[in-house]
């Protein structure tokens, strides 16, 4: 088992038993604390029994709570390193902080966020999305609020390479397009939670369509997660004053970023000649494209 145990933690946390999940709040409350806790200490900081701990640990993907603990210590000495590199001396914003301060900490969470998106990412899930995509006759992406900013990213970036793809904002309009995908078609989900209506049951339609159904998602066991085909994780974590539906973009964007460029590589000729064409396409209307033709 290799992973960020920290991570893993917040992923499962929706899908956890109630005495599971005291244990994973007391757990991200002071990771620090618990690395040097038995198990026995564990279990009352939380108020639930040794077996749970146990429960708790396998149920995140561990053999047990050794195997947790040896996790959660690398996983609390990188964050250590990183926040030291980052000269954050704690990682959440207060009513107190300067200027300075909130900039560094935002920077430090945003930096994070993709750090830590990339290490967990499935990269095998990543070439069997990238492969399907740059196969299909026609790309839907459907996401709503701030979801919907990246499915719109994606699609202007696949739309820019000649792939055929559509990214409606209008949730009625999404699910008719849904309706009319069928095999060799790949849909795209994207929400941070996994529990957007609109987006299930769009890529729901289109998974029972025969399209290739694909979420993007921070929690890999959510109900979007269950419509897909592949699934492709982010691990964007809230804070005070960032809540999920801005901690989750930067994430997003990340695995968006991975996808394109992967599916570009694919058709690296035709990628090569429509970036050109759509580039030297809008150049007339820039302000130093306008001087360069009157001159």
């Known amino acids: 088992m290799t992973g960020d145990g920290l991570v893993r933690i917040r992923q499962a946390l929706p899908t956890l038993r109630p005495a599971e999940a005291r244990i994973a709040e007391a757990v991200l409350a002071d990771p620090t604390a618990v690395v040097g806790s038995t198990i026995n200490e564990l279990a009352a900081r939380a108020g639930a029994s040794q077996a749970t701990v146990v429960r708790f640990c396998r149920a995140i993907g561990y053999a047990g709570y050794p195997e947790f603990r040896i996790d959660l210590a690398q ?6 390193m990183e926040m030291e590199r980052s000269n954050v001396a704690h990682g959440e914003i207060n009513e107190t902080d300067t200027a300075e301060d909130v900039v560094a900490k935002i920077a430090f969470h945003e930096a994070r966020t993709i750090e ?8 095998a899930a990543l070439e069997q999305v ?16 701030s979801s919907g900013l990246t499915a719109q990213d994606l699609a ?3 739309q820019r ?9 209008d949730p009625h309009l999404q699910l008719q397009s849904a309706a009319l995908l069928g095999p060799g078609a790949v849909a795209i989900g994207i929400s941070h939670s996994g529990q957007t209506v609109e987006t299930n049951h769009a890529l729901g339609i289109a998974h029972r ?4 159904s694909v979420a993007i998602t921070n929690f890999p066991e959510s109900p979007l997660a269950q419509e897909a085909d592949v699934v492709l994780g982010t691990t964007a974590r809230e804070t005070q004053f960032r809540s999920g539906a801005l901690s989750s973009r930067i994430a997003q964007l990340a695995v968006v970023d991975f996808l394109f ?3 570009a590589q694919r058709l690296y000729d035709q990628t090569s000649a429509n970036l050109k064409a759509t580039y030297d396409a809008v150049q007339p209307h820039r302000l130093d494209g306008e001087r360069k ?3």
Do not use: N, W
């Not at 990238?130 to 609020?145: K, L």
């Not at 369509?209 to 290739?212: I, S």
């Open 156 to 158: 202007q970036k696949l």
């Open 209 to 212: 369509r025969g399209a290739t």
């Open 161 to 169: 390479i000649g792939l055929v793809c559509f990214a409606s904002p």
């Open 75 to 80: 996983a609390t000495s990188r964050r250590e």
């Open 293 to 295: 033709a009157r001159a």
């Open 130 to 145: 990238a492969a399907a995509v740059a196969a299909a006759p026609r790309i839907d992406v459907f996401g709503v609020g």
């Open 116 to 123: 830590e998106t990339a290490r967990m990412l499935d990269l």
């Open 261 to 263: 460029v992967r599916v």
